[in-house]
């Protein structure tokens, strides 16, 4: 497993959320994401992939289900230019267990099932500062909020996932002692690969 600070080999420019809908509904709101990817992916001649982000369920967000997910890669039909990432905060804020050993394998089995593994090419590692299905992005550190360690746990020790980035988006900073808090999260992260 790569634990990265700042990416991969692969050339990800960054991942985006979806948006919102606005009030529209939600297959509006999935139909105007889809054709703003085809738009980018058409004026856009580069060896570049988009990453839709999983999103936290915030208001009239799109994407906080795998299903919306499946829908927008299945619209714009364009598989070798266009990925998921997966915010770990963002799927527990959805409703998406990660705690526990048995919550983790049916997340990732609907995971698989509905949009597939091969689609998922990067993991922001965050935890959580709101609580489980609370539909509200505010990440913290690792092992220090609502997630906690054992999610972290699992995700690690998944072989499926060894070859994936994660990336760090945790608060910054310094923690009281004077450490960064990057290298902390990291230096925690470590701890849980087997």
Not at 7 to 32: T, V
Not at 147 to 174: C, H, V, W
Request: proline share 4%; with cysteine.
């Amino acid at each position: 497993i790569r634990l990265s600070l700042v990416g991969s080999e692969m050339c990800i420019r960054d991942s985006f959320h979806p948006g919102s809908h606005k009030g529209s509904g939600l297959q509006k709101g999935i139909l105007r994401v889809v054709e703003a990817i085809k738009n980018v992916l058409d004026t856009h001649d580069n060896p570049c992939r988009l990453l839709v982000e999983t999103t936290a369920g915030q208001g009239d967000s799109v994407g906080c289900r795998f299903e919306h997910l499946a829908e927008i890669l299945d619209r714009v039909q364009s598989p070798q230019r266009l990925g998921i990432c997966l915010d770990t905060c963002h799927v527990f804020a959805a409703g998406y267990e990660l705690r526990t050993k048995d919550g983790f394998k049916r997340t990732f089995a609907e995971f698989d099932r509905i949009i597939g593994l091969n689609h998922l090419k990067v993991i922001h590692a965050n935890d959580a500062k709101t609580d489980f299905n609370s539909g509200v992005d505010r990440h913290e550190h690792i092992g220090k909020g609502k997630l906690g360690r054992e999610a972290f746990r699992n995700l690690l020790a998944d072989p499926r996932l060894r070859k994936l980035p994660f990336i760090l988006e945790t608060p910054k900073g310094q923690s009281p002692g004077g450490r960064d808090y990057d290298m902390l999260n990291f230096a925690m992260l470590r701890r849980f690969v087997g």
